[in-house]
């Protein structure tokens, strides 16, 4: 059996392969750690603050299983006057259908999008609409 990049054909540099100068793609790898150096304090800042928010959570934060129950008698769910607008938000609306159902996500794409219709009758995504418009 042929391994899958036989037909390339003799490869004489990285830059052959990926189309990239590799001084470039090194570059360009350097550029990014030195970057997220930069941001090193900002990032350990935002680690600390997301610690206090879950410690908080555990504390004052509603169960999952009541705000599933607070989320269906709101009116807001299964209602055609709401329109859900999110940004790439498929697996959030999936936690939302697993809070609200109780069970397991539907195993097929079918599924999931009936319940999506049955939940979240108007949803616009707007990362879909911006690729859509490409």
């Known amino acids: 059996m042929a391994a899958p990049w036989e037909h390339l054909g003799e490869i004489a540099s990285v830059a052959q392969l990926t189309g990239l100068d590799a001084v470039k793609l090194i570059g360009l ?3 990014a750690a030195n970057t997220a150096r930069m941001h090193k304090k900002n990032c ?3 680690a600390r ?3 206090l928010i879950v410690k908080k959570n555990i504390g004052m934060g509603v169960e999952a299983k ?3 129950e607070l989320l269906m008698s709101s ?7 709401i329109c859900w607008a999110t940004f790439h ?3 959030d609306f999936g936690y939302l259908i697993k809070l609200l159902t109780g069970k397991n996500l539907a195993e097929t794409q079918e599924g999931f999008f009936e319940l999506m219709n049955v939940f979240f009758p108007r949803v616009y995504d707007i990362k ?3 690729s859509s418009r490409s």
């Open 29 to 31: 790898i350097v550029q």
């Open 44 to 46: 350990k800042q935002f």
């Open 49 to 51: 603050h997301l610690k």
């Open 66 to 68: 009541k705000f599933g």
């Open 75 to 81: 009116g807001d769910v299964s209602n055609e006057d």
């Open 89 to 91: 938000g498929g697996y």
């Open 128 to 130: 879909h609409i911006i």
